[in-house]
C-alpha cells in the first residue's frame, strides 16, 4: 500500500508516523511543497512548543474549540491529551504541565519535537519530500493521482491523507473544492483588538483578571484575563473572544464595540451590593485609596477619571449619580476598536475543508474515497493553550487508521 501525507507539518508528521506504525508494510512518503518542515511547530509557543493542554476533561477539551468542539469531542476518545503526553515522553521528549494548564516540553525547546518527528521517521523509513506542492489530485478508479505544483510527474498512491494546514486564503482550497468538498471561509482567529483613539491604552501592562469581555451586537462572551497593551486590549479573554467571534469581526471589517466588565462579575445588583457596603464601611476614605475588587490603582484611577470623580473625594460624597456612573463602567465599559493584531506566531485560520465534507468516525473525504483529512485542512479551530496541536495530534491519529 502507498500512502502519501501532503504536508510536512505537525499533523502531517503525525498523520505519517501514526500511519506507519498501523501499516508496516506501507510505503508512505511527506510531500512539503516549502523547503521548510515543520515550521510552525518551531515558532510555536515562543520557540517552547505548547504541544498540548493538561486538562483531560473531554467535555472541557471539546469547549476550547469555536469550530470543530463536536468532532473533537468524539475523536478524543480515541487519542486525547494523556495519550499526547504520552506518546511524546515514551519517545524521549519529557513534558511538563504549567500553572495555566499548557503542556511544553521540559527543555522549554521546540527543537526537541522536531527532533523526535525526524527521529521517528527516519526509523520507521518513511519518505521526506521537499519542495513538493500539490496542486490536484485526480480519482482513478480507487486510486489517487497526485499533480505536483512544478512539472514533476504525476505520483498514484492508494491512500492519501491532506495535512496541509490553515489556508489563508479561499483559492488555496480551490484543489479540494473541485473534488467535491465543500469550504468554508478562511478568516482569521486569535488575534488582539487595535484602538488607535482609546486613551486607556496609556495604561500598556496592566492585567486585570477576571473580567468579562463581549462584542457589542453580538451573543459572545468571555471571561478571563485582559490585558492592555500600547495597541489595544490582548490576553486571553480577549483572544477566546476573537476566536469565538472570528467570523461575526471579519463581517464587520474588524470595527466594532468591544464591552468590558472589570469586575468579572455578571449580577449587576451584586456589584452595587459590594459598591454600597464600601461606601458605608469607609465613608471618609478617599475613591483613590479604596479599590473595590482589588482592581489595579492605575485601572482605578483611569475608571474614576473616566466617570469624571475626582480621585480625593470621600466614598460618602459619591452622590447617586457618580456611584451610577461608577457602577456602569465598572460592569459595561464601552470601548471602540478599529483592526486586529495577529496573537505573536499563533497564526491559527478559522475555516478550511467544512466538516460536512468529513466523516467524523475516520476522517475521510464523503466525496473521495480513500482521501482523509488532519489538523487545520479542516474547519477545526481552538483558542490558544495547546488546543490546535491536540487537534492535530488526534485528527491525525484517527485518519492514520485508513479506516
Known sequence: MKVAIVGGGAAGFFSAICTKENHPQAQVVIFEKSKQLLAKVKISGGGRCNVTNGSSDIGELARAYPRGGRLMKKSLRSFNTSDTIEWFESRGVPLM???DGRVFPQSEYSQDIIDCFL??????????????????????????ELIFINDDPPQMFDKVIVASGGAPQKNGLEWLRALGHKISEPVPSLFTFNMPEEPITDLTGVAVDPTLVSIQGANIQSR??????????SGPAILRLSAFGARVLNEKNYEFK???????????EEVVRVLNTISQSNPNKLLANHRPYGLPDRLWRYLLMKSALPPQKKWSELGKKGFNKLV???TNDVFSVSGKTGFKEEFVTCGGVSLESIDSKTMQSKVCKNLYFAGEIMDIDGITGGYNFQAAWTTAFVAAKLN
Open 97 to 99: 504541565t504549567q500553572d
Open 119 to 144: 527521529d521517528q521517521t527516519e526509523k520507521l523509513d518513511i519518505s521526506i519530500e521537499t519542495g513538493l506542492g500539490v496542486q490536484a489530485i485526480h480519482q482513478k478508479d480507487n486510486k489517487l
Open 224 to 233: 478571563g484575563p485582559l490585558l492592555i497593551t500600547h495597541w489595544g486590549f
Open 258 to 268: 468591544t464591552l468590558v466588565n472589570w469586575v468579572g462579575e455578571s449580577n449587576h
Open 328 to 330: 456602569t463602567l465598572l
